[in-house]
């Protein structure tokens, strides 16, 4: 997600085609090609300039709705319902070939297998987000610095914090707590509950944390852990464009 301001300029975009199969987009003010996994101008009078990051979930809408109970949904335009991605577009897109491939049988890697990519503290770092999902808590680091990824209670979503507790030398270790099985079927009604219990713990202060990385008891209480940004990508694209990321191996 990017801020459409820059020096000065509110852009209005539309797509204008695909660039190795990543989102390319024209803004009518001036005409400049924009990379949409970038965010940087790549061609016109803005060639080298930058759109403004905005941090972001991907969220199921079951557990957005039970975090933002009063938030907004952006509704579709009667008119144009037709030109809108269908329910299966992901599974579809799963059968369509790729112009880049990157694939590594070894890792398990095929140009659209789904990623979690990083892209911090002067380093990329990719996730399999199958593994992410089956492992829960994955305890890692992006560079030198130590992060953790931690599934929510839809076994869907997908937040990364990094593994540091204000006033707590070193990274420490930390463990899943909530009772998985419990969500299947992740409803709404249990969603609701379950949005701020706590998921997991943490060993330094045994304080106990929900799944917006803030403690909700023990030594720690109230505060909460920096997140991280996280892109899910297919790989070929995340490759691409992050030609030398790491990729996290199950220990």
Same mark, same amino acid.
């Given at each position: /997600? %990017?801020?459409?301001?820059?020096?000065?300029?509110?852009?209005?975009?539309? &797509?204008?085609?695909? #660039?190795?199969?990543?989102?390319? /987009?024209?803004?009518?003010?001036?005409?400049?090609? %924009?990379?949409?996994?970038?965010?940087?101008?790549?061609?016109?009078?803005?060639?080298?300039?930058r759109?403004?990051?905005?941090? @972001? =979930?991907?969220?199921?809408?079951?557990? !957005?709705?039970?975090?933002?109970?009063g938030?907004?949904? &952006?509704k =579709?335009?009667? +008119?144009?319902?037709?030109?809108?991605?269908? +329910?299966? !577009?992901?599974?579809?897109?799963?059968?369509?070939?790729?112009?880049? @491939?990157?694939a590594d049988p070894?890792?398990?890697? +095929?140009? $659209?297998?789904?990623?979690?990519?990083?892209q911090?503290?002067g380093? @990329?770092?990719?996730?399999?987000?199958?593994?992410?999902?089956?492992?829960?808590?994955?305890?890692?680091?992006?560079?030198?610095?130590?992060? &953790?990824?931690?599934?929510?209670?839809?076994q869907?979503?997908?937040?990364?914090?990094r593994?540091?507790?204000?006033?707590?030398?070193?990274a420490?270790?930390?463990? $899943?707590t909530?009772?998985?099985? @419990?969500?299947?079927?992740?409803?709404?009604? %249990?969603?609701?509950?379950?949005?701020?219990?706590?998921i /997991?713990?943490?060993?330094?202060?045994?304080?106990? !944390?929900?799944?917006?990385?803030?403690?909700?008891?023990?030594?720690?209480?109230?505060?909460?852990?920096?997140?991280?940004?996280?892109l899910? =990508?297919? !790989?070929?694209? %995340? $490759? #691409?464009?992050h030609?030398?990321?790491?990729?996290?191996?199950h220990?």
């Amino acid at each position: /997600m %990017w801020r459409r301001e820059t020096g000065g300029l509110v852009l209005t975009f539309h &797509l204008a085609g695909i #660039n190795n199969q990543n989102f390319l /987009m024209r803004d009518d003010q001036t005409g400049s090609y %924009w990379q949409q996994i970038t965010g940087a101008a790549i061609s016109g009078p803005l060639k080298g300039r930058r759109l403004t990051f905005v941090p @972001s =979930d991907e969220l199921s809408f079951a557990l !957005w709705s039970a975090e933002e109970p009063g938030g907004t949904v &952006l509704k =579709d335009v009667a +008119k144009y319902a037709s030109d809108y991605a269908p +329910k299966n !577009w992901e599974k579809d897109m799963q059968k369509e070939p790729t112009v880049l @491939s990157f694939a590594d049988p070894a890792r398990g890697l +095929k140009p $659209r297998t789904l990623m979690l990519g990083i892209q911090a503290f002067g380093a @990329s770092r990719a996730f399999l987000y199958d593994e992410v999902v089956r492992e829960k808590l994955v305890l890692d680091s992006v560079g030198t610095e130590p992060v &953790l990824l931690l599934v929510g209670p839809d076994q869907q979503s997908v937040r990364a914090f990094r593994d540091r507790i204000p006033g707590v030398s070193g990274a420490p270790a930390f463990y $899943r707590t909530l009772d998985d099985k @419990s969500s299947q079927p992740a409803n709404a009604t %249990w969603l609701r509950q379950a949005a701020f219990a706590p998921i /997991m713990i943490d060993e330094a202060t045994q304080s106990q !944390w929900d799944f917006q990385g803030c403690a909700v008891s023990g030594k720690a209480k109230g505060v909460c852990l920096k997140q991280v940004q996280v892109l899910k =990508d297919y !790989w070929f694209d %995340w $490759r #691409n464009y992050h030609p030398h990321t790491t990729v996290y191996v199950h220990r």
